[in-house]
């Protein structure tokens, strides 16, 4: 099913009268649609993917013959300083210099490289060397080093792919973490770029003369070799391997490619300017990939979206502007109100913008529209808002690749991907089969065969919708969990499996039970049942002062917690019962977190309203 070739029907009648928006250089959507007797979907894009890259490490090879003099990856010298770092020339010396040291040390497609350190050009060349010789790396995320206090997932982690070399940047910053995986394996290599003490210097790979045998061995890479192993984020348990190979990358760059309705423009050299880490697959897999396969310029951006710290991204937002940027929905928002305060920041940024992307999580109405105000002011025209959806064992398998009014939507399947959407209750739930899947998981066989079907689509637990199920072609809708876990609008997973009930814990005897909201949204919030048995005990006005124990108790558990994925900001006490007949209460006695918020709406919109809404508690 196809609409008209302009893309007309997917802008809304009242959005005619609005600036146009600025052209997006892709087909518009095209769908085949096959529904089984059981309410099964199977979605295809009928636009056939491009031809992708052979591997990353061809594609490295490539470019750095193509235009070896072009800056490639840059970041701030200490203290906001100048860019510096490498051209593709430069950056294909350097890979080719690590690989050699890997093949020296004897590492194989049997090991691996972990990476604890958070994105730098250091880490970008250790990343290609491993690519050009075909030993996976193994990015995590610093904080399981620098955080934790016992190291859990580091351990886990480095028990899941036995690495033979780990990688930092800098030794004294990691150094718990050394003494944690020295206990592990005593014949651990460590790779730094300071060369501290009992530390290899990175510039000893960098500096080692390539022989012929890197080049046999980058013949060597095909479609099903192995590039990295990517860790879940742990929401639900501890992170799970997931083997991505230069295939599944081909597969998004070639599905992506054959949405093109037009070739690059010669000559021209993307900018662009990224925070999110490597240890996820927005950033470290899909984004630097794309960086590669456009022969643009990536800017390591050392801010992120939290106060004293996005601050460092609007100074670089000053000199970098742009073709296309993408955030987590968090950072758009404090990018707008940057913008609006200051009329040279949205100079800067509108300069060369074609396109934003957001992902991990819904970008707010009221956020589209101010950005679509801010673009209108500068530009006059608006801008193309787009979004891939997937997951770190699927990297990208659905885009919103057409323009549209809408925020929220997942888009269509990229060319190349079926999906299968297979009712689940009230909701359909998303599978998914295609060259961007992987084979399941590292050394975790049981868990694999948990993951897929009997047709061998992977699960995702995640549920969609038709926006207009008799338009498929205006595309889907992203419908929660399966599950009840949620992610806020940073990107961040709310694990209600393991927050609710020490969250329960936490304010007995005062709180019976209790459901989460925050989908999409700033923070997570709770709706409360107060305890019967409690309430007699408390005197004269019982529900004022088994608030204020709610609020002590919720205060002190938040000040404890951790990140925002463990705190609480608002809550309501609800004073009318669970409902059995509404659904709210099982037959089994357990409370259902989706009937339940579903049931209660507008109390959920109460705790996100501003100013809040009635009966609404500030923690």
């Known amino acids: 099913m196809s609409p008209a070739d302009d893309q007309a029907p997917l802008v809304n009648e009242a959005a005619r009268t609005l600036p146009p928006f600025k052209p997006l250089p892709q087909k518009a959507p095209d769908v085949s649609i096959e529904k089984t007797a059981d309410g099964t979907y199977y979605v295809r894009s009928n636009h056939p993917p491009a031809e992708g890259p052979r591997s990353i490490a061809h594609l490295l090879a490539e470019r750095a013959a193509a235009h070896p003099e072009r800056p490639y990856i840059l970041q701030r010298e200490p203290g906001h300083g100048p860019w510096k770092g490498v051209t593709y020339g430069e950056a294909k010396r350097a890979a080719d210099g690590i690989a050699q040291w890997l093949l020296d040390q004897g590492l194989t497609a049997d090991d691996s490289v972990m990476v604890l350190s958070a994105n730098s050009v250091n880490h970008a060349l250790m990343m290609l060397g491993c690519y050009t010789v075909g030993v996976p790396i193994a990015p995590i995320s610093p904080a399981y080093s620098l955080i934790s206090t016992d190291h859990a997932k580091l351990k886990h982690c480095f028990g899941v792919v036995r690495p033979k070399v780990v990688y930092t940047e800098s030794a004294a910053a990691f150094e718990r973490a050394f003494a944690t995986l020295r206990a592990l394996d005593a014949d651990l290599r460590f790779v730094t770029a300071d060369g501290a003490a009992d530390t290899i ?12 045998a890197v080049e046999a061995a980058r013949e060597t890479i095909g479609a099903s070799t192995v590039a990295k192993y990517l860790f879940t984020s742990g929401s639900t348990g501890m992170p799970k391997g997931v083997p991505q190979t230069h295939g599944m990358f081909a597969g998004v760059i070639a599905g ?28 470290g897999t899909i984004g630097f990939n794309g960086v590669l396969w456009g022969g643009g310029t990536l800017h390591l951006d050392e801010g992120k979206p939290i106060p004293g710290q996005f601050e460092t991204t609007i100074k670089n937002l000053y000199e970098i502007s742009p073709m296309g940027f993408g955030s987590a929905p968090v ?13 040279e920041l949205r100079k800067s940024f509108f300069r060369n913008l074609r396109s934003c992307g957001y992902g991990g999580a819904t970008l707010s109405t009221d956020v589209s529209n101010r950005l679509q105000a801010l673009a209108i002011a500068e530009t006059g025209h608006r801008i193309p808002l787009t979004t891939m959806y997937g997951a770190t064992e699927t990297l990208g398998i659905t885009v919103v690749h057409w323009i549209t009014e809408l925020v929220g939507l997942i888009g269509l399947p990229l060319p190349g991907i079926t999906l299968k ?42 549920a969609c919708r038709f926006l207009d199920p008799e338009q498929p072609h205006l595309g889907l809708v992203f419908d929660g969990r399966v599950t009840e876990d949620f992610k806020l609008d940073s990107g961040t997973w709310v694990s209600v499996g393991t927050l609710r009930p020490d969250l329960v814990a936490a304010c ?3 709180a019976f039970d209790m459901v989460i909201a925050g989908q999409d949204k700033p923070f997570a919030g709770a709706l409360i049942w107060p305890s019967p048995a409690a309430m007699p005990t408390l005197g004269d006005n019982p529900l004022e002062k088994l608030t204020a124990e709610l609020k002590e108790r919720i205060g002190e558990f938040n000040r404890t917690a951790g990140g925002s994925s463990r705190r609480v900001a608002r809550f309501i006490v609800m004073t009318e019962p669970p409902s059995i007949d509404g659904g709210e ?17 507008a109390l959920v919109d109460a705790l996100y309203t501003n100013p809040p809404g009635p009966g609404v508690v500030v923690v």
């Open 201 to 212: 210097p990175l510039s000893e790979l960098t500096s080692t003369e390539p022989t012929s």
């Open 256 to 283: 992506g490619e054959g949405l093109r309705t037009e070739p690059p423009e010669p000559g021209l050299i993307p900018q662009s300017l990224e925070w999110m880490p490597w240890s996820h697959i927005s950033a």
């Open 331 to 343: 950072a758009f928002g404090m990018l707008v109100e940057a913008m609006e305060r200051d009329p």
């Open 421 to 462: 959407l297979v009712p689940n209750g009230s909701k359909l739930e998303v599978r998914v089969k295609g060259p961007t899947v992987t084979t399941g998981y590292h050394n975790d066989p049981e868990k694999t065969a948990a993951a897929f079907d009997e047709e061998g689509f992977y699960k995702l637990g995640d």
């Open 508 to 510: 007995t005897p005062y």
């Open 585 to 601: 209460i099982t037959d089994k006695g357990y409370v259902n977190q989706r009937a339940t918020l579903e049931r209660r709406k």
